[in-house]
């Protein structure tokens, strides 16, 4: 590993504990990152991403009091958490795994300046009910069919009600299902200080 790689491992480490530390919860990588593989045997290994660019995410996207922000992969919850400490109606996050959900359970209850109630699912996103979603939050936790089953489900369910919806996609991997529903417009493209790419999709009516 070249030194300038290093550094920046330290970097993310450092800020990964005292995002932590500052939030009252614990939500950084450690021990075993397997995932059950899922209905489409496509789920991925648990990563987690800076709090900064959580954050980042959040003041671009700016919720509102009336979104329900789901977070697809929650693992440990520090993105559930972030969303949490601005007020919105409720913060649900999706987990596969029980032992990840159950962290995640736990850094709700513990998260300091908390505003909006948490809700911790177990279950596959390919089958969980997202039709209250105005806020859809992923960092790339699964592959190309249950993205694909994933946004049939959405597309589905919000043509029905004419709900709005915004889809934030981090290490969008596979960003290329996302043509074959044009009902999902790309409105905006960042990238975080460690040059992750950031996808912004809204709902279109019209």
């Known amino acids: 590993m070249r030194i300038k790689d290093k550094s ?16 009252g919860v614990e ?25 900064l660019v959580i954050r980042r995410v959040i003041r671009f996207v700016q919720p509102e009091p009336s979104d329900t922000v789901i977070v697809l992969g929650c693992a440990k919850g520090r993105a559930l958490c972030h969303f949490a400490r601005v007020p919105v109606r409720k913060v649900v996050g999706i987990e596969i795994s029980a032992p990840l959900a159950e962290i995640a359970k736990q850094n709700a209850g513990r998260l300091h300046k908390r505003k909006s109630p948490i809700d911790v699912r177990i279950t596959d996103a390919a089958i969980a009910d997202l039709s209250e979603a105005s806020l859809i939050y992923m960092f790339n936790p699964f592959g190309e069919n249950t993205l694909r089953r994933v946004l049939t489900r959405v597309a589905s369910s919000h043509r029905e ?9 981090l290490n969008p991997r596979f960003s290329n299902v996302f043509v074959d529903f044009p009902f999902f417009k790309l409105t905006r493209e960042i990238f975080s200080w460690t040059g992750l790419r950031i996808n912004i999709y809204e709902a279109k009516y019209s």
């Open 8 to 23: 920046l491992d330290i970097v993310r480490a450092l800020e990964s504990r005292v995002g932590d530390f500052l939030m």
């Open 27 to 51: 939500t950084g990588h450690s021990g075993s990152s397997a995932a059950p593989e899922g209905l489409l045997a496509d789920s991925h290994q648990f990563q987690t991403n800076s709090h």
């Open 161 to 169: 009600t004419k709900k709005s919806l915004k889809i934030v996609y």
